[in-house]
């Protein structure tokens, strides 16, 4: 390690563990009844410091440290990408190969949440010996249970062998316990990992093809001007950068623009889960036990979602969850509320009377499907995991395919550095492509690819009658390709044509509101920054937003971020509480203007998830 990156590191641990620790100086806050500053975007990707006099003579030298590959994001797939190109270059002899994973958590599977059902195929693969390892992998599902809820009752559907919720030989986790293990395998090997480091710009070669990343400045006012703590942030430069940034990731999606990796498939679309972990009485806990359920209370039958309860062994734990699809047409829809109104269903409630609630968070999912898989290779890098977005939808589980994903990438990244007949600087493993359509990961995807769409089309009883005539018997073998209906965005209808959702208040016991909801996830960002949700337009917010659909993004944030309240003159103005933000990336998805854009904060700012 060069000693700059040495000294880079110690400040990011230092700032990484003052971040990870709430601080009376970064409150909360949500719906205040204060008047407040209105939006204004300060950050330079918005309001470039070149035009700015305030940054006339600053320093803007970066150092630069050089590796053979940088894997972006130390997700599920960044950290099979590390193990396996470790692997490899320790198998051929070559143990001063470097690898180094960028991750913006302030450690290890702190931003990680999930389920998380895990189907282990991929890491059978990647670690066979992974129960002598100590994998945190201690519950086997023993029972699924699959109902439809109306208001008062829950119908039982059976659940066969075959059918994609049928988890028999699956694992249930705490997916950030996982990837925290994932991470000692990987340095074990000799992989570099360097939490705490926001990788906020992507670095290119005189010939443009991709050189690497460069992580994020620190010290920087609200206002955009620098502190006098001001320190530009470095460059990791390499042969060949993997992105594994997860759904949403804002460096992939400018890679994708840039190169135009999304001209032959269809645009992403999205879902957003939501989850709680529950600590419950004696007597309600099974372990191994798996419940789905669909129908209430999503408002009709063409709003996409469902919900999870995942039975751990261990401490009496659930894991319960919400999933709604971000293509939802009411802007009045309120994906939070309506997880919490799911826990008072007669069939749900008494799991949960008398427990204690002790973690929430939220984030953005793939739900486009094999339709909506980008071009995965661009001269100097890859991309793997959910970055281009390999969840199988009817499953709810994308973590085996990603990690097979970033095992491919891995292989080919390692065959053509090795080859050395790269045409561009930075190298590009154009054989991933290939070798993932030939894996189960394609055959999977391709199995699957219609469900999503068949359910957006004929809603939730032409969705469910397609997936048991056309996967469960005949495994997606039709010679048809249905398509999506657009992006998430364009679904929304003007709120004067919609019908505005009535939701039960809080009780403080099984429901609760956002507020108190937030502070379990440990978020905490420097306050002294400029906003990173950033808005290409001050205005549009009020404009359009707030006048034509009646400011959705304070209803499908579900972590308080954005609240309109009435400026000096009485005219309603949209609040960016960017402390708040748990990093779920749904309003970049689901803003109607896509106004928004979300760029990293300083690293390690964020939620805190403990094995979420």
Known sequence: MSSHLARVARRSYRDASRLARPTA???????????????????YTVK????????????????????????VGGGPAGMSAAIRLKQLANEAGNEEFRVCVIEKSASVGGHILSGACLEPRALNELIPDWAERGAPLKTPVKEDKFSFLTKNKAVPIPIFPGMPMHNHGNYIVRMGHFVQWLGEQAEELGVEVYPGFAASEVVYNDDGSVA?????DVGIAKDGSPKDSFERGMEFRAKCTIFSEGCRGHLSKGIMKKFD????????????GIKELWQVEEGKHHPGRIEHTVGWPLPDAHTYGGSFLYHLNEDNLIAVGFVVGLDY???YMHPFKTFQQFKTHPAVAPTFEGGTRIGYGARALNEGGLQSIPKLTFPGGCLVGCSPGFMNVPKIKGTHTAMKSAMLAAESVWDKIQAGDSV??????AEYEEKLKSSWVWDEMKSVRNIKPAFHKWGLWGGIAYTGLFYVVGRGKEPWTLKHAGTDNQTLKPAESSKEIDYP???????????SSVALTGTNHEADQPAHLTLMDDQTPEDVNFAKFAGPEGRFCPAGVYEYQPDDKG??????????????????????SQNINWVCPEGGGGPAYDGM
Not at 573 to 586: P, Q, R
């Open 25 to 43: 100086s970064l409150p909360l806050r949500l719906l205040s009844t204060s008047k407040a500053t209105p939006a204004v975007t300060t950050h």
């Open 48 to 71: 470039p410091r070149e035009s700015d006099p305030r940054w006339e003579g600053v320093e803007m030298e970066r150092y630069a440290d050089e590796a053979d590959v940088v894997i």
């Open 212 to 216: 690497g990343i460069a992580t994020n």
């Open 261 to 272: 990796l999304n001209k032959d498939n269809q645009e992403q679309i999205f879902g957003i």
């Open 329 to 331: 047409t009411n802007p």
């Open 424 to 429: 561009t600087e930075g190298v590009e493993p």
């Open 505 to 515: 208040k809080p009780d403080g016991k099984l429901t609760f509101d956002l507020l």
């Open 571 to 592: 005219n309603m103005a949209l609040i960016i509480n960017a402390s708040n933000c748990i990093h779920c990336k749904t309003c970049d998805i689901k803003d109607y």
